[in-house]
């Protein structure tokens, strides 16, 4: 059970300030403000990341593994999420950028845009069938479909049943390797550079499979400087003569970029995990029936926006821009697409709904402590101002039934309390009755 709960947005109290900044932006209400210090539950916790960008102190960080985890393999393969290409500037192409990978210490390289053209295939063939929940939603974003999971259970069945290119990539990589070089599947290592926190989580506690493909996350702010070091010094580099993957692949990073190499049907891309709420709200309400396609990403400008990225998103959109018209520009340089049965490619478990508002096992308990919080909230002003360390009021009345919080931590409440103390000692000393017990 401890690994279910794993996960990679943390907190370092030592830097919480208790501004209560992130009790107001997180999407499922999974942080409180206790003591003076935030508080993550992690049941709801998506590892959606909006903690980290928003806190003014740095107090939320993501955890990865470190750099030198690679040193535990003999054989290392790097999988480069495509956002990492928009990381540099104009000066360094993908091939640069692979080269600079193999200069740090990986033999193999396996770019994530690869598999993410053979899920784009996979999920063509998916679409086709008439017997599928639509809209169909991606679920190549591990923070949205957590999302799903604990706020949209009555959507779960409409999420695309296609592991993600990461893990994808992370099988294939290791398959190639072996038929190719014949390294022994126990020695080889295959990691995963992030943009993105809620990767981290979905490999070490993962949602679609038993167990993930990738060894280790490495995070793209960890390595950013490294190969940045790598690639200033040209004279080090030579380009790769291998070929890349194309165009389709390296867009899945931006937003609309997965959806778009879908021809037919109607789509919708939207990216921000509070416009991915809007959309999904819409969805539930039988609002988006006419839709076939919802490509849903919890961040800002998709994968480009993710916490764990250095650059910029609307700088590194351009600069990946850049890179999708150089492609499309050289299909020649493109890899020929590949064909996998789409039943290879399908989870291999269910996901299922993980309910977060469980009162109690016992039904008639559980019932009776909803209507504690009903009438709790009534009693608040309802202003939701989160003064009280919860980010609203009904928030606020939930962890005071759990037993996580008493009612006067609500401001107006402690008011209410004060004034009426007050006025029982003023009643009190103008009767003179306190002297009279003294004497």
């Known amino acids: 059970?401890?690994?279910?709960?794993?996960?990679?947005?943390?907190?370092?109290?030592?830097?919480?300030?208790?501004?209560?900044?992130?009790?107001?932006?997180?999407?499922?209400?999974?942080?409180?403000?206790?003591?003076?210090?935030?508080?993550?539950?992690?049941?709801?916790?998506?590892?959606?990341?909006?903690?980290?960008?928003?806190?003014?102190?740095?107090?939320?960080?993501?955890?990865?593994?470190?750099?030198?985890?690679?040193?535990?393999?003999?054989?290392?393969?790097?999988?480069?999420?495509?956002?990492?290409?928009?990381?540099?500037?104009?000066?360094?192409?993908?091939?640069?950028?692979?080269?600079?990978?193999?200069?740090?210490?990986?033999?193999?390289v396996f770019e994530v845009a690869r598999a993410a053209e053979i899920v784009t295939n996979a999920t063509k063939c998916y679409m086709s069938n008439n017997d599928i929940k639509k809209p169909v939603i991606s679920s190549a974003c591990p923070a949205v479909v957590r999302f799903i999971q604990i706020r949209f259970p009555n959507l779960i069945d409409n999420l695309l049943r296609i592991e993600s290119p990461m893990e994808v990539a992370a099988a294939l990589s290791r398959q190639e390797v072996n038929e190719k070089y014949g390294i022994p599947l126990e020695?080889?290592?295959?990691?995963?550079?992030?943009?993105?926190?809620?990767?981290?989580?979905?490999?070490?506690?993962?949602?679609?499979?038993?167990?993930?493909?990738?060894?280790?996350?490495?995070?793209?702010?960890?390595?950013?400087?490294?190969?940045?070091?790598?690639?200033?010094?040209?004279?080090?580099?030579?380009?790769?003569?291998?070929?890349?993957?194309?165009?389709?692949?390296?867009?899945?990073?931006?937003?609309?970029?997965?959806?778009?190499?879908?021809?037919?049907?109607?789509?919708?891309?939207?990216?921000?995990?509070?416009?991915?709420n809007d959309i999904l709200e819409e969805a539930v309400k039988g609002n988006l029936d006419t839709i076939d396609y919802i490509e849903a990403l919890a961040c800002p400008e998709g994968c480009l926006g993710g916490p764990l990225a250095v650059e910029n998103p609307f700088i590194a959109k351009v600069n990946l821009i850049n890179e999708v018209e150089k492609i499309k520009m050289n299909q020649a340089h493109s890899v020929p697409h590949e064909h996998k049965d789409i039943k290879e490619l399908e989870w291999k478990s269910t996901v299922e709904y993980r309910p977060i508002m469980k009162l109690d096992d016992d039904m008639m308990k559980a019932l009776e402590k909803m209507n504690m919080i009903d009438q709790i909230t009534e009693s608040f002003p309802g202003l939701d101002c989160?003064?009280?360390?919860?980010?609203?009021?009904?928030?606020?009345?939930?962890?005071?039934?759990?037993?996580?919080?008493?009612?006067?931590?609500?401001?107006?409440?402690?008011?209410?309390?004060?004034?009426?103390?007050?006025?029982?000692?003023?009643?009190?000393?103008?009767?003179g009755s306190i002297n009279d017990d003294n004497q």
């Open 1 to 108: 059970m401890e690994q279910y709960y794993f996960h990679s947005v943390t907190l370092d109290k030592s830097k919480c300030k208790g501004c209560t900044n992130c009790i107001k932006y997180c999407p499922t209400e999974a942080i409180r403000v206790r003591n003076g210090k935030a508080v993550i539950i992690k049941e709801r916790c998506i590892d959606c990341g909006v903690c980290i960008r928003i806190c003014p102190y740095h107090a939320k960080k993501a955890v990865t593994d470190p750099l030198d985890i690679i040193k535990n393999y003999g054989y290392k393969i790097a999988l480069p999420a495509p956002t990492l290409y928009g990381q540099f500037g104009p000066g360094y192409s993908r091939e640069i950028i692979v080269s600079a990978l193999k200069l740090y210490g990986f033999d193999y």
């Open 187 to 276: 020695k080889i290592g295959v990691f995963f550079i992030s943009p993105c926190a809620a990767k981290v989580t979905s490999v070490k506690a993962p949602y679609e499979n038993r167990v993930s493909n990738v060894d280790g996350v490495l995070s793209i702010k960890d390595i950013f400087l490294p190969l940045l070091d790598i690639m200033k010094k040209q004279g080090r580099i030579t380009k790769e003569p291998f070929s890349l993957s194309s165009a389709i692949g390296v867009s899945w990073a931006m937003t609309g970029g997965e959806s778009s190499a879908f021809k037919d049907g109607r789509r919708i891309a939207v990216h921000g995990i509070h416009n991915v």
């Open 386 to 431: 989160g003064a009280c360390g919860a980010p609203s009021c009904r928030a606020l009345a939930e962890d005071i039934v759990r037993g996580n919080a008493k009612e006067t931590d609500c401001i107006f409440k402690l008011r209410e309390k004060v004034n009426s103390i007050a006025h029982q000692l003023n009643q009190i000393d103008s009767t």
